[in-house]
């Protein structure tokens, strides 16, 4: 055989196996249908930064007879782009009064305002029942160099929460460490703690994911250094039933490897704006903490996914894939958008996704 041809064989075996490698990695990647594992549900619990912050407490306040308790990292109160009442909620009230309220020509979100209107979404049927909130356990933090989500919209937050009859001593409100605008972490490598960047992960030397998790539930196991579970990526998209929820095709899950056999219960994290899969990859799902906690303590975490959309062709504005907590999700009633309620289109997605959860496994 000449030597060109067989240059030409061995280009052509080299691009065969290389296509084969490229091949085997995207189906080792490949999305799976969420599966069952019969998780104790009446053990849920759920936590957020940022929009995502909004989010757990919208969806802690919507399904409270599911969850025992949450986090809000930097978040104001349930229905805060509704607090300029009688104005309906919109993205401006949403980046001033529930961001910057020295921004807003209302001030900071009113929480009897909100609890007002919540309790009236509930006698609609529209949330669980807000009595059911008394007895569950919140954590609450505002970073001392945040300017992006102020404080007084946090303290908002805890009014709310105090309103609705959480006692003081369910409520751990932390807002003596001087951070920026972030989950907070002990990982060198993360950004330092009083600034704000991408990609909002910083540390100041505690995880504040465990901390989350040790003040709902009280006594936990301590994290593992080393974990014994896995990272499931399953297709999100079975479980959206709207265009314009921008929510990703696939979401994350942290499975424990004890779950694989005994009952476990399950947490929901939502990540910030810029935070998604689709832009900073495994950094808020595999390194913020909860994963080490979680695998000591027989726990699954969820970790929904949002990401950007530009507005074209069908499809909200929402350019930094941030949860939604002023309506885009349903542009069809721009005067009473449904993002808050058990119907709306992103919570009922990720309720949907914890009700597969609870099944029994096949």
């Not at 919507?62 to 309906?88: D, E, Q, W």
């Not at 305002?113 to 505002?142: C, M, P, T």
């Not at 069809?332 to 709306?344: G, I, M, Q, R, V």
Request: proline share 6%; glycine share 8%; charged share 15%.
């Amino acid at each position: 055989m000449k030597a060109k041809s067989r240059k030409h064989l061995y280009r052509l075996a080299g691009a065969a196996l290389f296509l084969s490698l490229l091949t085997d990695s995207a189906l080792a990647d490949t999305a799976v249908k969420l599966p069952a594992y019969k998780v104790d549900l009446s053990q849920t619990s759920v936590s957020g930064l940022s929009s995502g912050a909004f989010m757990a407490a919208q969806f802690h306040a919507a399904f409270s007879s599911t969850l025992v308790g949450a986090g809000v990292v930097a978040g104001g109160p349930f229905y805060c782009s509704g607090s300029a009442y009688p104005m309906p909620p919109s993205i401006t009230v949403a980046t001033t009064a529930c961001m910057n309220p020295s921004l807003s020509v209302y001030g900071p979100p009113d929480p009897a305002l909100l609890l007002q209107l919540a309790k009236g979404f509930e006698r609609a049927g529209a949330i669980d029942k807000l009595d059911l909130l008394k007895n569950q356990k919140v954590y609450l933090f505002s970073g001392q160099a945040d300017t992006t989500v102020a404080t007084a919209v946090v303290d908002q937050t805890a009014a709310f929460y105090q309103l609705a009859g959480v006692p003081a001593s369910n409520i751990k409100y932390v807002k003596s460490v001087n951070a920026g605008h972030a989950i907070i972490t002990n990982n060198m490598q993360d950004v330092v703690c009083a600034e704000t960047q991408a990609p909002y992960i910083n540390n100041c030397n505690f995880v504040q994911s465990q901390d989350i998790l040790k003040h709902i539930y009280g006594d936990l196991q301590p994290a593992v250094a080393t974990l014994s579970g896995k990272i499931v990526k399953f297709d999100q998209s079975e479980f959206i039933k709207s265009g314009y929820t921008s929510m990703s095709d696939d979401a994350y899950l942290y499975v424990p490897k004890a779950c694989e056999a005994e009952t476990c219960k399950v947490h929901i994290a939502f990540h910030g704006c810029e935070q998604g899969a689709t832009k900073i990859g495994n950094l808020f799902y595999g390194t913020t903490g909860y994963n080490e906690l979680a695998d000591a303590n027989k726990m699954i975490v969820l970790y929904p996914q949002a990401e950007a959309s530009s507005g074209w062709f069908f499809t909200p504005l929402n350019p930094k894939g941030c949860w939604d907590f002023w309506g885009y999700s349903d542009p069809t009633n721009p005067l009473a958008p449904n993002f808050y309620s058990k119907t709306s289109p992103q919570m009922s997605a990720v309720k949907a996704m914890l009700d597969r959860l609870g099944q029994a496994k096949n």
